[in-house]
């Protein structure tokens, strides 16, 4: 027998991985069977959030989808497109989290002169800061401040050891002890270093453990999308 060509083989290949890609389709577009495709735990608060609050569905139908899967692996497409949905993005969050009091708001740091802050810290999205399918509640770590207020200066300060000394000494890690990062949460800073949150508290926090921030929070986010 003669051995294949590598049209045959490549041929072979193509059409075996065809149904693949559909029942792959019917997965990634059947909501019942989104909770198979979960790789991971949400956060707390998002218990009852659906998976298409944050994944939408990508445009085409699903013959499109599948069509231009098989196009890229023919190489008749340089990409793939997106296959069932989207990448996630704060377009998203906004749409359950957006508030009139918020102190970073993400569109500010388009800015250019945030441009090496944003290299530091990816201010512009909910995604530089947060993930999903963690528990963690925010991906940042504690001292990320440092990206924007390095040259912060308090005209009066009120604290026991001030902005300008904590900033020297390079202790980031203690702002997250006296202020929130979005302001969401009633209280007002303390003015002695003893009186702010631990940072083992904070990381706790960040991660997923209780909040040491004062309770209630002025904006609760919708439950369901408007
Ligand atoms: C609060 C928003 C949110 C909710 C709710 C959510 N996800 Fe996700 N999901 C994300 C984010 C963020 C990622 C990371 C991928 C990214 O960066 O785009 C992700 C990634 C994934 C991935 C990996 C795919 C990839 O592109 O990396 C799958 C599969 C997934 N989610 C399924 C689900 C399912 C199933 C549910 C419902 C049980 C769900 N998700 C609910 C935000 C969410
Ligand atoms: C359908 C609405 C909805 C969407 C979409 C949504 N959330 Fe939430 N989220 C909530 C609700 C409701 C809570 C719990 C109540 C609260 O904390 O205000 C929550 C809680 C959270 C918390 C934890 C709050 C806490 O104090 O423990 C974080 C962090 C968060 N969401 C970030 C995100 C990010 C980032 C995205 C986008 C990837 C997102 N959310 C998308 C509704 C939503
Ligand atoms: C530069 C980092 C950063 C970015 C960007 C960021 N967050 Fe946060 N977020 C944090 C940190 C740190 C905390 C914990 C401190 C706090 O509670 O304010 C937090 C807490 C939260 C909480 C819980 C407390 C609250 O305010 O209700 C929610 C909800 C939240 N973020 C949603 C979002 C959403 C939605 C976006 C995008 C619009 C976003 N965050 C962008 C760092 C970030
Ligand atoms: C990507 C840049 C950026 C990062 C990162 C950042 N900030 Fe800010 N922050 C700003 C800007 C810009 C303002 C507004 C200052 C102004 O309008 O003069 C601000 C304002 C504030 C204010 C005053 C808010 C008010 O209502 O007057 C506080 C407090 C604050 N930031 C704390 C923090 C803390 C704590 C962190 C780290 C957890 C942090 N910031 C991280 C850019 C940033
Ligand atoms: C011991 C608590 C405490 C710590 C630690 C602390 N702050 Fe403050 N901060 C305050 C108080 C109190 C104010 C006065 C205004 C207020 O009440 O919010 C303030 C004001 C600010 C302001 C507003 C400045 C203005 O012009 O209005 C910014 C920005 C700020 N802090 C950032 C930081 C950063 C960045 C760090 C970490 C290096 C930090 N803070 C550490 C308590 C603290």
């Known amino acids: 027998m003669r051995a294949p060509t590598a049209r045959q083989i490549r041929f072979v290949a193509v059409f075996s991985i065809i149904p693949v890609f559909i029942a792959a389709g019917v997965v ?6 989104m909770p198979i495709m979960a790789h991971g735990p949400l956060q707390s608060g998002h218990e009852g959030v659906h998976c298409e609050s944050c994944h939408v569905p990508s445009p085409g139908t699903v013959r499109q989808q599948v069509q231009a899967k098989v196009h890229h ?3 008749m497409r340089d990409t ?6 989207g990448a996630v993005t704060s377009k998203a969050c906004l749409q359950c989290h957006e508030r009139p009091n918020e102190r970073h708001p993400i569109f500010r740091f388009h800015e ?4 090496k802050a944003v290299a530091q810290v990816e201010a512009t999205s909910c ?3 947060h993930g999903e399918h963690t528990t963690h509640r925010a991906t940042a770590d504690l001292t990320f401040c440092q990206a924007c207020h390095e040259d912060l200066v308090l005209k009066t300060d009120p604290l026991d ?3 300008a000394a904590l900033i020297a000494d ?3 890690q203690t702002c997250l002890g006296c202020h929130d990062f979005h302001g969401n949460h009633a209280g007002k800073a303390p003015k002695a270093l003893k009186e702010a949150f631990a940072p083992a508290e904070i990381e706790a926090y960040l991660r997923a453990g209780p909040s040491p921030y004062a309770l209630p929070k002025i904006f609760e986010a919708k439950e369901e999308l408007p």
């Open 28 to 33: 990634l577009t059947d909501q019942g069977a």
């Open 73 to 75: 692996v023919l190489g």
């Open 80 to 85: 793939g497109g997106d296959f069932g949905y």
């Open 112 to 115: 250019p002169r945030f441009e």
């Open 127 to 129: 995604l530089g800061c």
């Open 161 to 163: 050891v001030d902005h």
């Open 170 to 172: 390079r202790r980031w």
